[in-house]
């Protein structure tokens, strides 16, 4: 069965901080690996969509990273507007998508 | 200019009562989903549509049943409300049914059963 877990569950960082979250994951033929933001009372924002190990994506402040095993979404000097609950997901062999349980990132000013 | 939508936002019922959800998409996809995302917020599947046709139906209770009347809608009917259907219930839609193609998804209903 697909899983995706997600560390830390919740990262505090101070404005201009930089880190990084990670996405472990283990599925059938990986057809597609997905980062979504999600705030507050709202639904999950699509950020980045990573098809094949190597591959890199950038938006902003963001950048996301795959290998065979896992991503990273990296953020670069974040400010308190990038805090948020970001989830990865996977489309692989199981035909549907299988999301992790998300990093809350707090960016305090 | 909404793309996915969803009525209402919270629904706020009694054990036992019939509610149902209804979700719009404007983006031209053929293919709709509801997800469940409970109170740990983890986020899952429970049904998704191709065209009107039931693709993905993970193991939910029979009281809950989906309906499509055309490509842009798809609805959620809960029968019999419990305690534990007490989530919030996304609605997504993406381009095709595969899991290449991106997923966009509304804005939730939050459903309360007291």
């Known amino acids: 069965e697909d899983q995706v877990t997600q560390s830390p569950e919740a990262l505090r960082l101070q404005e201009g901080e930089s880190s990084s979250l990670n996405c472990s994951y283990t599925?059938?033929?990986?057809?597609?690996l997905f980062w979504y933001r999600q705030d507050p009372g709202k639904g999950p924002e699509f950020l980045f969509t990573l098809y094949s190990a190597g591959e890199e994506k950038e938006k902003e402040r963001l950048k996301a990273t795959l290998t065979k095993k896992e991503s990273f979404l990296h953020i670069t000097a974040p400010k308190p507007e990038d805090s948020a609950t970001y989830l990865c997901?996977?489309?692989?062999?199981?035909?549907?998508?299988?999301f992790g349980k998300g990093t809350k990132l707090t960016v305090n000013p | 200019d909404t793309a996915v939508s969803q009525t209402p936002k919270y629904l706020v019922t009694q054990m036992g009562n019939d509610k149902s959800i209804k979700c719009e998409q404007n983006l031209g996809h053929d293919t709709m989903y509801w997800y469940k995302q409970d109170s740990k917020k983890f986020l899952k599947i429970m049904f998704s549509?191709?065209?009107?046709?039931?693709?993905i139906n993970e193991t939910v209770p029979n009281r809950f049943s989906p309906k499509s009347p055309d490509k842009a809608h798809l609805n959620l009917h809960i029968n019999s409300l419990e305690l534990g259907d007490s989530a919030v219930y996304f609605c997504?839609?993406?381009?095709?049914?595969?899991?290449?193609?991106?997923?966009?998804f509304g804005p939730g209903t939050r459903l309360t059963v007291l």
């Open positions: 549509y191709n065209n009107k046709e039931l693709i």
């Open positions: 997504a839609s993406s381009h095709r049914a595969t899991y290449t193609d991106t997923q966009y």
């Open positions: 997901a996977v489309g692989g062999g199981s035909e549907k998508l299988v």
């Open positions: 599925v059938s033929g990986l057809r597609g």
